[in-house]
C-alpha cells in the first residue's frame, strides 16, 4: 500500500508542476497581451505561449490516469522547456532565467528519474484508494 501511495504522491507533484505552468503562461497573456514574449525568437516565442494548452494536456493525461503517455508527453515537454530556457539564459544572456531554468532543470530531473518508478505498473489503473485494479 505505501508503494501506491508514493506513486499517488508523485503523480501530484507532475500535476502541481504542470498547473503552475498553465497559470504562469496565462498570467503573462494577462499581464502582456496577445504576444506576451515578442522580445524572443519566434520559435521560442510560438512554443511558450503553446505551453498553456500543453501543460493543460499533461494534466488531463495524469487526471484521466493515462499515465504512460502522460509521463511521455511530460518528458518532452520539459526537455524542450529547459533546453530553449538554458539557451536564452546562457546564448541570449536574459538574466531573467536564472532562477527558472534551475527550477525547470529540477523538475525535469524529477520527470525523468520518475520515468523508471511509475511506468512498470502504469498499465493498470490506480484507484481512489490507491489499489491497482
Not at 504576444?35 to 499533461?58: K, Q
Request: with cysteine; net charge neutral; glycine share 6%.
Amino acid at each position: 500500500m505505501p508503494f501506491y501511495r508514493a506513486k499517488r504522491a508523485a503523480i501530484a507533484i507532475y500535476v502541481f508542476c504542470f498547473s503552475v505552468g498553465i497559470v504562469s503562461h496565462a498570467a503573462d497573456f494577462i499581464a502582456f497581451g496577445p504576444r506576451p514574449y515578442h522580445w524572443a525568437p519566434a520559435g521560442f516565442e510560438i512554443f511558450w505561449s503553446s505551453l498553456i494548452g500543453l501543460d493543460a494536456v499533461a494534466v488531463a493525461l495524469f487526471l484521466a490516469r493515462r499515465i504512460r503517455p502522460a509521463l511521455l508527453f511530460s518528458a518532452a515537454i520539459m526537455l524542450a522547456d529547459v533546453v530553449l530556457n538554458y539557451c536564452c539564459l546562457t546564448i541570449l544572456e536574459i538574466s531573467q532565467f536564472a532562477v527558472s531554468v534551475p527550477l525547470q532543470a529540477l523538475f525535469l530531473g524529477f520527470v525523468l528519474g520518475s520515468l523508471p518508478f511509475l511506468w512498470p505498473d502504469s498499465a493498470a489503473r490506480i484507484d481512489e484508494a490507491g489499489r491497482q485494479g
